[in-house]
């Protein structure tokens, strides 16, 4: 997930630009490789709706690793689903995210998407690993993943020659 130096992840208006800032090649390989060695894409509903009007028409290399990747929409408004690889879940999202990970023993579930489907899945207290990208940027106000204290690990932190840098923490239960 994207996040501004001050600490958010979304700004008041909704408006994603800001992420841009600190972009480089090196960075998009870093999330094109994070992207690509998801056995499964966890994503909610409004994150859907939006990319599978988007990702299928679109060739750029992000393009095959969000087409070909098994995605799940946690949502109880969408029954269905017509993007490729893509099935619903309208139920509980810790019982779905349990049985998933159970269903996945041999490699990791990416969770994409907006904040507040990323903040459910932080109030599961399943998550494993966060992957945050830092980019150059203070918003001054906006949304929060994090909303309560905890402890969490750092693993890595890999900093991109546009300014950015990914930090990778692993999360205690």
Same mark, same amino acid.
């Given at each position: 997930?994207?996040?501004?130096?001050?600490?958010?992840?979304?700004?008041?208006?909704?408006?994603?630009?800001?992420?841009?800032?600190?972009?480089?090649?090196?960075?998009?390989?870093?999330?094109?490789?994070?992207?690509?060695?998801?056995?499964?894409?966890?994503?909610?509903?409004?994150?859907?709706?939006?990319?599978?009007?988007?990702?299928?028409?679109?060739?750029?290399?992000?393009?095959?690793?969000?087409?070909?990747?098994?995605?799940?929409? &946690?949502?109880?408004?969408? *029954?269905?689903?017509?993007? +490729?690889? =893509?099935?619903?879940?309208? !139920?509980?999202?810790?019982?779905?995210?349990?049985?998933?990970?159970?269903?996945?023993?041999?490699?990791?579930?990416?969770?994409?998407?907006?904040?507040?489907?990323?903040?459910?899945?932080?109030?599961?207290?399943?998550?494993?690993?966060?992957?945050?990208?830092?980019?150059?940027?203070?918003?001054?106000?906006?949304?929060?993943? &994090?909303?309560?204290?905890? *402890?969490?690990?750092?693993? +890595?932190? =890999?900093?991109?020659?546009? !300014?950015?840098?990914?930090?990778?923490?692993?999360?205690?239960?």
């Amino acid at each position: 997930m994207s996040a501004s130096l001050d600490g958010y992840v979304a700004p008041t208006d909704g408006n994603s630009d800001w992420s841009a800032a600190g972009r480089s090649d090196d960075g998009r390989a870093w999330t094109l490789a994070t992207v690509s060695n998801a056995v499964a894409h966890l994503v909610g509903g409004a994150t859907y709706t939006a990319w599978a009007s988007y990702w299928p028409k679109d060739a750029i290399p992000f393009a095959k690793p969000m087409n070909e990747i098994p995605k799940v929409v &946690f949502s109880k408004s969408l *029954t269905t689903a017509n993007w +490729s690889d =893509t099935t619903t879940e309208p !139920g509980d999202l810790t019982e779905a995210v349990t049985r998933l990970k159970q269903e996945c023993p041999d490699g990791y579930l990416l969770a994409q998407g907006g904040v507040r489907f990323a903040r459910s899945l932080v109030e599961t207290g399943l998550i494993d690993e966060y992957r945050l990208v830092v980019h150059p940027v203070v918003l001054g106000a906006g949304e929060r993943l &994090f909303t309560t204290p905890f *402890t969490i690990e750092p693993i +890595s932190t =890999t900093a991109f020659s546009g !300014g950015a840098v990914a930090h990778v923490f692993k999360a205690h239960a």
